[in-house]
């Protein structure tokens, strides 16, 4: 079993950029689908980006198109959240998840292997 541990949350300006890393232990990380999740206070977690197995394929939240990219390094067991352009909006605690599924997987039922967390705050 995957378990995902993310790091490099932390408190931005709006406009601001941070970078969000998850590290995949156990498992066989090169078979799981990543993804990025978010729940701010009272909310729902939402989905916010996914990769591929392969990383050939990404998918994003409308929300955070062109301002968020994701990538994955299969030989380090690591995914990244580029986030630019941030938003009071996109304060959150940011999630890394793995699925088993193939394509990217956009629904939280989807992705079984969750980690803690890591808070996001963009101040305005």
């Known amino acids: 079993q995957v378990q995902p541990v993310e790091s490099g949350g932390g408190l931005v300006q709006t406009g601001g950029s941070l970078r969000l890393s998850c590290a995949a232990s156990?498992?066989?990380?090169?078979?799981?689908?990543m993804g990025w999740f978010r729940q701010s206070p009272g909310k729902e977690r939402e989905f916010v980006a996914g990769?591929?197995?392969?990383?050939?394929?990404?998918g994003y939240a409308d929300s955070v198109k062109g301002r968020f990219t994701m990538s994955r390094d299969d030989e380090k067991n690591t995914v990244h959240l580029q986030m630019n352009t941030l938003k009071p909006e996109d304060t959150a605690v940011y999630y890394c998840?793995?699925?088993?599924?193939?394509?990217?997987?956009?629904?939280?039922?989807?992705?079984?292997?969750w980690g803690q967390g890591t808070q996001v705050t963009v101040s305005s």
């Open positions: 990769i591929s197995r392969s990383g050939g394929r990404t």
């Open positions: 998840a793995a699925s088993v599924l193939r394509g990217v997987p956009n629904l939280r039922w989807q992705y079984g292997e």
């Open positions: 156990g498992g066989t990380f090169s078979d799981r689908a």
